[in-house]
């Protein structure tokens, strides 16, 4: 994908520090954060309380971030609804799906969303995503943006 970001270009790192702004300074109560490309990695378990010490640790755990392979937006998506009492996911993607075709993404958020809201973020200008990533957050009556 000619528009995706270089995993450790500085424009990548940008998106980074942005993330971990977002977990920084958004006022919620618990959250988590899911790390995924080929595969999917969460900073905890479960949902976490909105600590300072749980904010260093999840500002590590971004910046630690090498993506390597794939987008498994699907199976992202999945671990996140799997958190018990999370009503809100933010999803950051440089890339269209690779677990599964961007549709039947969109149809199994349809199906199993239950009231999360996701709001997606797209990162770089690739249209095949932007629109993948507006119509998801759609479903759901959340929010896009692109940066």
Do not use: M
């Not at 090498?66 to 958190?83: H, V």
């Amino acid at each position: 994908n000619r528009s995706a970001p270089q995993a450790k270009g500085p424009r990548f790192k940008s998106y980074l520090d942005r993330l971990e702004g977002l977990v920084r300074n958004y006022p919620f109560k618990k959250f988590n954060v899911l790390r995924f490309s080929s595969d999917v990695t969460s900073f905890r378990g479960s949902l976490a309380d909105n600590t300072k010490s749980n904010q260093d640790d999840a500002a590590k755990f971004i910046q630690d971030f090498t993506p390597k392979g794939g987008t498994s937006t699907l199976a992202a998506l999945k671990r996140a609804f799997e958190n018990r009492g999370v009503d809100t996911v933010v999803l950051f993607s440089d890339g269209s799906p690779s677990d599964a075709k961007p549709d039947a993404v969109k149809a199994w958020v349809q199906a199993n969303h239950g009231g999360i809201v996701v709001n997606c973020v797209a990162i770089g200008n690739d249209r095949k995503l932007i629109a993948f990533l507006k119509e998801l957050a759609q479903v759901t009556g959340g929010r896009f943006q692109g940066i």
